[in-house]
T-cell receptor, first 109, second 112 residues
Framework: AQRVTQPEKLLSVFKGAPVELKCNYS??????LFWYVQYSRQRLQLLLR??SRESIKGFTADLNKGETSFHLKKPFAQEEDSAMYYC???????????FGSGTQLTVLP | KAGVTQTPRYLIKTRGQQVTLSCSPI?????VSWYQQTPGQGLQFLFE???????NKGNFPGRFSGRQFSNSRSEMNVSTLELGDSALYLC???????????FGQGTRLTVV
């Protein structure tokens, strides 16, 4: 069975501080990993996917197959980064996603 | 390009009733997936349709069903509603390369 674990429900950091949102997964195969973000009163949207290896809004995430992790990082948090972040796993496409429980990030001024 | 549209945005139903939710995908997208979001269980996959065929189904009872029309619009139906069906139901559409799921705003269903 596939599973995504986000151990922190809530995370608060000060503006300008580094931030890391943790994600661990369980999957027997080669998964695709995603980070989705939901800003207040907005729809869920893709932040980044591991295959593209892009940096979006200063966020990066590296897939560590040995530790089965896909942590999201940003060196300097901004207040506009405050949102709900979901790590998600797919068995090879974006059609069926298994989501973690989410981490509510608050960036304090 | 218009985003994924879900109607209605809010619904209140009584236990035992049935409900139909609608989803219009992004133009050109043929894959439509449905998710249930609750505070307790988080986001859970319901089912996925492609070209009017259900291709994947999550672990939900048979009371949850769906369909897709030739224009890729999709509906999901929940029969014999239970209090526990109260949730935000999200629809997502994908293009054939499946690189990204685009989500709608959701339909908030409350069962009383």
């Amino acid at each position: 069975a596939q599973r995504v674990t986000q151990p922190e429900k809530l995370l608060s950091v000060f503006k300008g501080a580094p931030v890391e949102l943790k994600c661990n997964y369980s999957y027997s195969g080669s998964p695709e990993l995603f980070w989705y973000v939901q800003y207040s009163r907005q729809r869920l949207q893709l932040l980044l996917r591991h295959i593209s290896r892009e940096s979006i809004k200063g966020f990066t995430a590296d897939l560590n197959k040995g530790e089965t992790s896909f942590h999201l990082k940003k060196p300097f948090a901004q207040e506009e980064d405050s949102a709900m972040y979901y790590c998600a796993l797919s068995g090879g496409s974006a059609r069926q996603l298994t989501f973690g429980s989410g981490t509510q990030l608050t960036v304090l001024p | 390009k218009a985003g994924v549209t879900q109607t209605p945005r809010y619904l209140i139903k009584t236990r035992g009733q049935q409900v139909t939710l609608s989803c219009s995908p992004i133009s050109g997208h043929r894959s439509v997936s449905w998710y249930q979001q609750t505070p307790g269980q988080g986001l859970q996959f319901l089912f996925e349709y492609f070209s009017e065929t259900q291709r994947n189904k999550g672990n939900f009872p048979g009371r949850f069903s769906g369909r897709q029309f030739s224009n890729s619009r999709s509906e999901m139906n929940v029969s014999t509603l239970e209090l526990g069906d109260s949730a935000l139901y999200l629809c997502a559409s994908s293009s054939t390369d499946y690189t990204e799921a685009f989500f709608g705003q959701g339909t908030r269903l409350t069962v009383v």
